[in-house]
């Protein structure tokens, strides 16, 4: 009976050592991590022609060189349209994935897609109409990293907006008056 508690026991034994030698694999384990950044962003774009500041920010979960969060962003500058002004603001959810993210240098690209607003006001501040819109941003940038917790990204971008009622505005506003091409500088802090 001993010889058998003992070979039992050796058997066990050896069979736990193996079994420490695979590993379960998970989704996330390895060398992906997972954190997350937030930061202020502004893009430097036309709206109707005419130069236009949008101010916002946004933030998301790290995964890896993946991310995934939402932004946010408004028109700082009053756009003429017709007699009055025009308000445009839109958030919803921003998503990326930068290459090489370990180097000082490297591109990486983002998508924005939401929805916002469009408005038109007098010089009073009174709203004369409200419109909702869908927007989506796909953007190319080049990150820097200048820290651990800290990177500086830098990009063009092209702004698709659908939905907009030209009847609604004094001057018939369209979708492609409130596309088209920008520029961002996004200042995004978190554990990289």
Known sequence: MRKIIIASFIILSVSGLKAQD????????????????????????????EFAHMMGGGGGVLLGDFFFGGYGEGLTNGIPIGANRLDFGHGGFWTGYSFFANRPFHPAISAQIGWGGVSERDYN????????????????EL??????????????????????????????????DL???????????GWF
Not at 24 to 44: D, K, N, R
Not at 148 to 172: A, K, Q, W
């Open 179 to 189: 596309s088209g091409p920008g520029a961002l500088l996004a200042f995004k802090f």
């Open 22 to 49: 695979s590993e379960i694999q998970t989704l996330f384990s390895g060398t992906t991590s997972i954190s997350g950044f937030g930061g202020p962003a502004m893009s430097f774009t036309t709206i109707n022609g």
């Open 143 to 176: 990150e820097m990293n200048f820290t651990r917790f800290f990177r500086l990204s830098v990009g063009v971008h092209y702004r698709i907006v659908t939905g907009v009622n030209p009847e609604m505005y004094s001057s018939h506003l369209t979708n492609s």
């Open 125 to 140: 501040y009174s709203y004369l109409t409200s419109d909702n819109v869908f927007v989506f941003n796909p953007a190319i």
